[in-house]
Structure formats: C-alpha cells, structure tokens
C-alpha cells in the first residue's frame, strides 16, 4: 500500500509517466478528499463508524500528515559555549500555519469521534425508504424529513423512534451533541477560510476578472454599493431576495469577481504593481477613492452573503485557488479542514432529522 501511495504521489495521478500529472500539492489535497469519501461516504446514519473504517482513517491520515513534519522554518537562536562564547545559530520549527492549525485539526477530528461514538445504544433506529420496518409506527416520515431538510436525498435512511417519542435523556443527549458538531463546523470553516485567504490568487483567476464590476454585479446592485451613504448588506440581500442557494452562489461568484477588479483599479496608479503585493497596497490607497470604497462594501457584502448562507459551496476563486496551489502545507491544512467541516455539517443534519421526527411523532 505504501509502495502504491509513494508512486501515485510521485507520478502526480498521472499514471503513464509521461510527467504531465499534478503538482504534489493538489495530489496530497485530492488524496486526503478521496480518503474521507472511502470512509464516509457510505455512513449516512448516526452510529459509530466501523472498526476498519476508523482504522483506515486514522492509519492513512496519519500518513499524509506525517508530511507536515518537514515542513519547517528557520530562527535564529542563541547558542552559550562552554567558554563563555555566545553563538547565534539557526534552528528549525514548524511552519507557523502548520504549527498553529495542525493540532487544531487533529483534536477536532478526535471530538468528531467521540460524537459519533456516543451513539452507540440509541433509541432511535433508522429504516430504508420502501421498507419501513414492521414495528415502525412513523409511515411516510421519510417524505417530511425530506421536506424539513429541503432536500431530495431518497437514498438516505429514514430515522425513527418509538410510538412515544424520545425520552428526554436521549433528547438531551441529541442537543448536547448537535451543538458540539455545530461548533466543531464553525471552527473547521474558520481554518479552512483563513487558509483560503492566504492562498496566492492564481494568474488564471487574475485574467478572468471582468474588465467592469459593474457590469458583472448589475446596475442595481452597483447603484445601491456606490451611493448609499449608510451601506446596509443585510437591508440590500433582503431587497435581493435570493430564492436559492444556488442564487446566492452566483452572486457570491459575481461579488467576488468584482471586488478583485475594484481592489486592482484601485492600485493601478501605485508604482509596486505586482498583484502579489495587493493586500499591502490597499493601507496606502486613498479611502475616498471610489474603487477603494466600492472594493470595501463588496468586501462586507460577501462576508454577510456567507454568513447568511454558511453551507453555501465554494466560491470560483476558492475553487481556482485549490487547483492552482502548488504550497503542500496550505493544501494538506485546507483538504483536511474541509472534510471536517463537511462531516461536522452532516452530523448535524442528521441529528436535526432525528429530532425533526420526534416532534412530529408527539403531535
């Protein structure tokens, strides 16, 4: 397995050795996502993952991981010689990143575990659609909790509890661990942005970028970013009146492009042109140019559209980032962080389900 893995990485995916396979970076990034489909992609129901899968995960993340050990950074430190002699030598640590975000991670995928774990001797069973089982009492749930989760995932086995209803133990255990998994969600979301965000902005992306923000976001809304004197994102994405997420999607798409075209015009005149150096730049533009001004409300729009949305996809350019990242360390912390928030999330949708059928099995 070892051996497979090792060629894999070295040959980029490509397996014709023709050397037109992918950087390593993208490699180890894919490795870690199709990992977790292995493990998870087949357990749809709240129970403890099985003893092979648990082992495989931790074993072969473990692996990948292990990368991250040689990743370092060079300080200098001082050095006392048994002369009195004072020597200023270099000595190595993790990379910042690495060493701030890795154990993060870690301890969070263990507490994802742990929450899976406890639900070991449940009340609560689950049946497949169209076969319901004989001492099930909850006839066509599966439909409303299609409908409470707004989705049409038919594959997914229903839940079901006791003619009854939950005990208020079992219902307790339930919220305690919904909000556990939901902060886990927020703080993997929260690594995996900020690693984004530190992400070089491919050339790719770069060239893409419309020539007018304007025209990318609609006279509307470009009206509403420039002349509003007190810039309400909440009052303009109610007025926009988003039917999916989907939409939002879009918009975020659109908003974003348009940032980074204000956020380049804005720096045009300024004699350090390189795109690299934008985030620099921007502290010594004029705050009342009006690129500046229309980059910084599109900036605070997208925040609220992603807070508004907070299981919305990844946006192009987080897309284009992904692809395009050739840095190991940034790939391995953002395909990790992103697993874990997307497990994180479905535990709470699973628990939600459970839930959502308990009350409408007391009414």
Not at 122 to 135: D, H, I, L, P, R
Not at 337 to 352: D, H, Q, T
Request: proline residues 3%; neutral net charge.
């Amino acid at each position: 397995m070892m051996k497979e893995r090792f060629s894999k990485l070295l040959l980029g995916e490509d397996m014709s050795g023709s050397g037109k396979g992918v950087c390593t970076a993208v490699t180890i990034s894919n490795a870690i996502t199709n990992l977790y489909a292995t493990v998870f992609g087949q357990n749809l129901r709240l129970e403890p993952l099985k003893p092979e899968k648990k082992s495989m995960w931790k074993r072969e993340m473990d692996c990948l991981l292990s990368v991250c050990d040689y990743i370092v950074e060079f300080i200098p430190k001082s050095q006392n010689l048994q002369d009195g002699t004072v020597l200023e030598v270099m000595e190595s640590r993790p990379r910042l990143d690495i060493h701030i975000n890795l154990p993060a991670l870690r301890k969070l995928d263990a507490m994802l575990m742990e929450v899976l774990d406890s639900f070991q001797d449940t009340e609560f069973w689950y049946a497949e659609q169209g076969s319901m089982s004989s001492n099930s009492t909850l006839s066509g749930s599966f439909r409303r909790v299609i409908v409470q989760r707004k989705e049409e995932k038919w594959w997914v086995p229903v839940p079901c509890v006791p003619s009854g209803g939950l005990s208020e133990k079992s219902r307790k255990h339930l919220r305690h661990k919904r909000d556990c998994a939901y902060q886990i969600h927020k703080a993997s979301m929260a690594i995996n942005s900020s690693i984004l965000a530190e992400m070089e902005i491919p050339e790719t992306y770069i060239a893409s970028l419309p020539k007018s923000g304007r025209a990318s976001l609609g006279d509307t809304i470009y009206r509403y970013l420039y002349t509003a004197d007190k810039f309400s994102p909440g009052h303009l994405l109610d007025c926009l009146n988003l039917a999916s997420e989907h939409e939002a999607l879009q918009l975020a798409d659109r908003v974003e492009a348009s940032m980074y075209t204000w956020r380049r015009k804005a720096c045009l005149s300024h004699s350090k042109s390189s795109w690299n150096m934008v985030k620099d730049l921007m502290s010594d533009i004029d705050r009342t140019d009006k690129n500046h001004i229309l980059a910084e409300r599109a900036e605070t729009l997208l925040f609220c559209l992603k807070q508004r949305y907070p299981e919305l996809s990844q946006t192009s350019l987080d897309t284009c980032k992904i692809q395009y990242n050739q840095d190991v360390g940034q790939a391995i912390l953002e395909s990790y962080s992103r697993v874990l928030e997307g497990l994180a999330f479905n535990i709470v949708a699973w628990i939600e389900d459970v839930l959502f059928v308990d009350r409408n099995q007391e009414q």
